[in-house]
């Protein structure tokens, strides 16, 4: 871990010789693995030194001039999402063979662009921004909307011991919570709530659940006059009896 105000191009370096020496990567362990680097880590140096070593790579490049470079020289854009995407030649040798992308979203009436590297084999441009787009983001999934969400913020203890419960017992509803969204709201209307909307919109609910001797769900009864009632009690169906 290193202090908030360092910058990844300085502690790059050291944390991947640090994860190697804790995970303890051969070689051949190293060639299936995968580097997820933000723009503050995607100069041309680092780049190389992660190829170098063996690694896969999926990158954000770091600099906006070569950015817009990039984009004059791409020769079909396709839609995705809210953007476009190009494929342009490496601008520089990297020792191994890496596709570069770009991406095109317009903000403020103007285009604005950025550009990402890879060396995984991808069938297209949009699921390797899908896989860019996966990355693990704790800053926001779990400490933004813990905060939000869970009320991590405004829960104080004076002792160390009573804090620390908070955390854990927030944690361990986060986990149950991200358990519920991935079993019983993929897919449906609520797949995109976060966590302060789904213990908002969807948990603080007038109703009940019967199960049977067996522990199976038997019956759901939700105030019908609250609004996502009939959908609520589909995903809860789903949730309660999946395995």
Not at 219 to 229: A, C, G, N, P
Request: glycine share 8%; net charge positive.
């Amino acid at each position: 871990m290193y202090p908030g105000n360092q910058h990844t191009v300085q502690c790059l370096e050291p944390a991947v010789r640090a994860a190697e020496t804790a995970l303890e990567l051969a070689p051949a362990q190293r060639k299936r693995t995968v580097w997820r680097l933000d723009g503050g880590a995607g100069s041309d140096e680092h780049i190389r030194g992660l190829l170098k070593r063996g690694y896969h790579i999926v990158a954000k490049g770091m600099s906006n001039r070569r950015a817009e470079a990039l984009a004059r020289q791409v020769q079909r854009w396709d839609a995705y999402q809210d953007a476009w995407l190009g494929e342009v030649d490496p601008p520089a040798d990297y020792s191994r063979p890496i596709r570069v992308f770009v991406k095109r979203r317009l903000k403020d009436g103007a285009y604005r662009h950025s550009y990402y590297f890879s060396t995984l084999s991808l069938p297209s441009k949009g699921l390797f921004m899908t896989t860019y787009d996966a990355r693990g983001g704790a800053e926001v999934e779990q400490f933004r909307n813990d905060k939000s969400g869970l009320s991590l913020e405004a829960r104080r203890k004076r002792s160390f011991l009573g804090q620390k419960g908070y955390v854990l017992l927030t944690d361990l509803a986060h986990n149950l919570l991200a358990d519920f969204h991935a079993k019983a709201l993929i897919g449906t209307d609520f797949e995109g709530f976060g966590l302060k909307r789904i213990v908002r919109d969807l948990l603080n609910f007038p109703g009940r659940l019967t199960f049977d001797k067996r522990g199976n769900l038997a019956r759901i009864e939700l105030l019908s006059l609250k609004q996502f009632s009939r959908e609520l009690s589909i995903c809860l169906e789903r949730y309660c009896s999946g395995p």
